[in-house]
């Protein structure tokens, strides 16, 4: 029922945060001992269990090696003039921000990966905590336009259950916009007693 399906989605909601937290663990220069350890048990054991364990591994490998290579490839971003000024304005008006990730989300199809390249940006020093925030916000609204998208064929239960994860993600954006001064400046002593470092504030 609908009412059995609200609490499972604001689970799953909660529990893609994880992949922030692993994301923001830094395990990029153990990228490729990962990837050689996960092709090894890939082709050279046919049990499922390793097969399976290979294919965490490599998968892990592989984003952490995307994310170096993306962090890279984004710090001449800190030099450019108009880059700068779109990261000015999205601090200045926060709901800049929130289109800017929903746009993110749409195009590439994944909550995860533009929150990754977030953290990168935000750990370069190319976008300040109050700009990155209100994207985190735009990129859960936009991820659920995937499951918009999947219940247009769908019975209308999938249709309900599409629209409370919509309304979820909305409702929770406008009240985070509404206290962000309050918000961020606990996001800050929370990082500072806990010793966060820049991905770990944005996982936050």
Do not use: C, W
């Not at 050689?36 to 390793?50: D, S, V, Y």
């Not at 880059?83 to 989300?105: E, R």
């Not at 916009?177 to 918000?183: A, K, R, S």
């Amino acid at each position: 029922t609908l009412r059995q399906a609200i609490p499972v989605i604001m689970g799953a909601n909660i529990g893609t945060t994880i992949t922030a937290f692993i994301i923001g663990f830094q395990f990029e220069e153990y990228s490729y001992p990962f990837l050689a350890l996960g092709a090894f048990l890939l082709f050279f054991f046919k049990k499922r269990k390793f097969d399976n364990i290979g294919r965490i591994l490599f998968g892990f490998g592989g984003l952490f090696a995307g994310l170096q290579l993306m962090s890279s490839s984004l710090m001449p971003l800190r030099n450019a003039e108009a880059f700068n000024d779109i990261m000015l304005s999205m601090a200045q008006q926060p709901l800049l921000g929130v289109i800017a990730g929903m746009a993110l989300t749409l195009i590439m199809q994944s909550s995860s990966a533009t929150i990754a390249i977030l953290q990168s940006m935000y750990a370069s020093g190319l976008v300040e905590l109050y700009a990155a925030v209100p994207i985190v916000f735009g990129d859960n609204i936009g991820t659920t336009i995937t499951a918009i998208l999947a219940s247009l064929g769908a019975t209308v239960y999938a249709k309900r259950a599409a629209l409370v994860h919509l309304l979820f993600n909305v409702f929770g954006t406008v009240m985070f916009l509404l206290i962000l001064p309050l918000f961020l400046q606990y996001i800050t002593s929370i990082s500072a007693l806990l010793s966060l470092g820049p991905e770990m504030q944005i996982a936050v």
